[in-house]
């Protein structure tokens, strides 16, 4: 198919770095917002394709609707940083890119969460799963989704890709590098904040990039809502991630701490990181597998980094190994 142009809000975040990576390496022409463009364009990983840095702020519309000119395209990545503000500046960046694909006639892309289930959605989650979300952030991403919806009947097209706990080189707020490990340190210890034996699942970003921009490319296959959810690395009883962690450090004997519930406990009040990770507690407390039986009908089948590779490549941009993988194995890896 011939591809378009792309814009980008959020490319200097994890998901939405590698998602520009993914839709530069399959052709397409790719614009990125940033408010300090100079400064992302200096962070952007040297030796690879490049997109068009553009000065704007998700929260100034028409910043927004100026940088989405002629694009076919817009992957809407961005989030408060620090989990800071989410009640204030969510949804008005989302009607920012909401107003940009109605002047533009884009799609919007929006990488989607667990957040917006609760329990009587578990343990298995079809994209149409009822979304009674537990959480403030569950129920602003619940929000997000229903003013998406209500633009799809004005014409706006909007895909949701929606993925378990996100890990990656580039990944920062997330459980694997906020939780199971400390960036910048080589590891002494994994940190474990499920209950024993209950399963999770867990999403590559990488992986999760390819799967957004393989959908895109069926655009004549997409309905103007549409919703697919990916199986990505489901770890059964808890061991399977701990287990990769091990061998991709080299350390089998590397221990296992339970975390600190009880001090995010009593942080909470002071620490929004803190507040926001004992929310989602109850994610694990129990099993929660979502089911992509329909992207597998409509793609055949869902791009797959072998955990040890993926996780070995996580390790290494988060600066956990003493020494990095061999050059070119999350390349080969991930295709």
Sequence with gaps: MERGTALVLGATGGI??????ALLRRGWQ?????????????????GTARPQWLAGDAMDADSVAAAARGASLIVHAVNPPGYRHWNTLVLPMLESTIR???????????????????????PDIAENAPQHPRTRKGAIRVQMEQRLRAAADRGVRTLIVRAGDFFGPHAGNNWFSQGLVKPGRPLTAITDPARP??????????????????LVERETALQVFDSFHMGGHWDADGTRMQA?????????????RRFPWW???????????????????YLWQ???????????????SEPHTPIDLAVGATLAGLGCLRAAPAAGALAEGSR
């Excluded at 917002?33 to 952007?44: G, I, K, Q």
């Excluded at 694909?101 to 959605?121: K, M």
């Excluded at 034996?197 to 393989?214: F, K, M, S």
């Excluded at 099993?287 to 055949?300: E, K, M, Q, S, Y």
Aim: hydrophobic content about 45%; aromatic content about 8%; proline content about 9%.
């Design 16 to 21: 939405g770095g590698e998602t520009t990576a």
């Design 30 to 46: 790719v614009r990125a917002l940033a408010r300090d463009p100079a400064r992302a364009a200096a962070r952007w990983p040297a």
């Design 100 to 122: 940009a694909a109605e002047a533009s006639g884009a799609r919007i892309v929006l990488p989607g969460t667990v957040y917006n289930y609760g329990p009587d959605a578990f």
């Design 197 to 214: 034996g209950v399963g999770h699942q867990w999403a590559y970003l990488p992986d999760v990039a390819e799967t957004i921009v393989q």
């Design 244 to 256: 990769a962690i091990r061998r991709a450090s080299g350390q089998p004997e590397l221990p296992v």
């Design 263 to 281: 001090l995010a406990t009593l942080a909470s009040p002071f620490v929004p990181v803190f507040r926001e990770l004992r929310e989602m507690r």
């Design 286 to 300: 129990q099993p929660v597998r979502l089911d992509n039986a329909r992207l597998l009908a409509l793609l055949g």
